[in-house]
């Protein structure tokens, strides 16, 4: 009997049924009013859930476009722009930014480490900022930056845009933007939402977009704010045409949420991570993330002494559980463990004692069940 394949990399995440419904529906056109009058509550859900007094943009494309329309529509050639970064997507930012012409300063975290608050406000003294950059979850690490701290911080210099990066947190990560003084906020579809890839989400405070007006024309086109902001406004216009059944997805995943309740929603994720933390760490990983900057929404382990990276996630692979390895000083020396979106607690129980099985077939001294064990007490 073939094996059910089950997806715990950092995104994409699984996939539920329902959701899974959405897409499968026949497409209709951008302009049949069912589909405008669910483009437009979207819309304004997605406002609500994350306290915007702005606007949100959801436009198809992957979270690297969401960073360079942040990005786009809120700097200019010639800006100072300060790149808080914690890892391998934090560091994105500077690439996006050379190109733009910006002039970046970076602040670099040791890989499992944030940058702390205190660096940050002391290099806001240096000179005066058009915005500043921080990227919530990075996957490459598993740190989770202290956004609400450095949201506390960033109300003392009004004059510099507060940009986070919240492809691998929103919807898993308390972020609330007038709370916490963003001024931009980005993701995508397919991590902790647990839809496919496809979308981007783009929020702007009130002050963002005034930021987009004084900028006047804009050399981008596709992910331009005034390009997209009449369909925002009214979904029955036409800029480009709207990923419906992506959608429709996305508006199931809001109920969802909705339905769930988005501060149970941010609590589950919080004990799933310690729960899977732990019984990972029972079973003889490390934890790259030190231990008060974990993520709710993933996990990057260290192997055992011994361990061959390619065996064992060959291993996992052959019953099913698919992970993703490491990235830059780290490939091959750990595996990277999504729990986000909408998994249960099913999948977390088969993948803790998948990864038992593997640790024993690959001759570790592994005491089979005694993950599953730790785990299982966490959950309770």
Known sequence: MKTRKLLMIPGPTPVVRSIQDQMGRETVAFGDPDFVKDFKELVEDLKAMFDCNGEVFVVAGTGTMGMEMAIANTLKKGDNLLIVSHGFFGDRFIELCERKGLNADILSSEWGEIVPVEEIEEKLKEKKYAAITVTHVDTSTGV???????????KKHPETLY??????????????????????????????????????????????????????????????????????????????????????????????????????????HRKVADAMQAAL????????????????????????????????????????????????????????????????????????????????????????????????????
């Not at 989770?144 to 960033?154: H, N, Q």
């Open 281 to 380: 760490e029972a079973l003889g990983f490390k934890i790259l993330a030190k231990e008060h900057c974990r993520a709710s929404t993933l996990s990057n382990l260290i192997y055992p002494e011994g361990i061959d990276d390619a065996k064992f996630r060959g291993l996992l692979a052959e019953e099913g559980i698919v992970v993703a390895g490491g990235l830059g000083a780290y490939a091959g020396k750990m595996f990277r463990l999504g729990h986000m979106g909408n998994i249960d607690k099913h999948d977390l129980v088969s993948v803790i004692a998948t990864i038992e099985r593997a640790l024993y077939r690959a001759g570790a001294p592994v005491e089979l069940g005694k993950g599953v064990g730790v785990l299982q007490k966490h959950l309770v």
């Open 144 to 154: 989770c930056a202290p956004i609400s701290e450095i949201g506390e911080l960033m």
């Open 163 to 268: 940009i986070v990066d919240g492809v691998c947190a929103t919807a898993g990560e308390p972020e609330y933007m007038e709370e916490m003084g963003i001024d931009v906020l980005l993701t995508g579809t397919q991590k902790a939402f647990g839809v496919a890839p496809g979308l981007t989400m783009v929020w702007a405070s009130k002050k963002a977009m005034d930021r987009r007006k004084e900028l006047g024309v804009v050399s981008e086109y596709y992910i331009d704010f005034d390009k997209w902001l009449p369909v925002m406004k009214d979904p029955s216009k036409y800029y480009a045409t709207p990923a419906v059944n992506m959608i429709w997805a996305l508006q199931e995943s809001v109920r969802i949420i909705k339905e769930e309740g988005l501060e149970n929603r941010y609590d589950r």
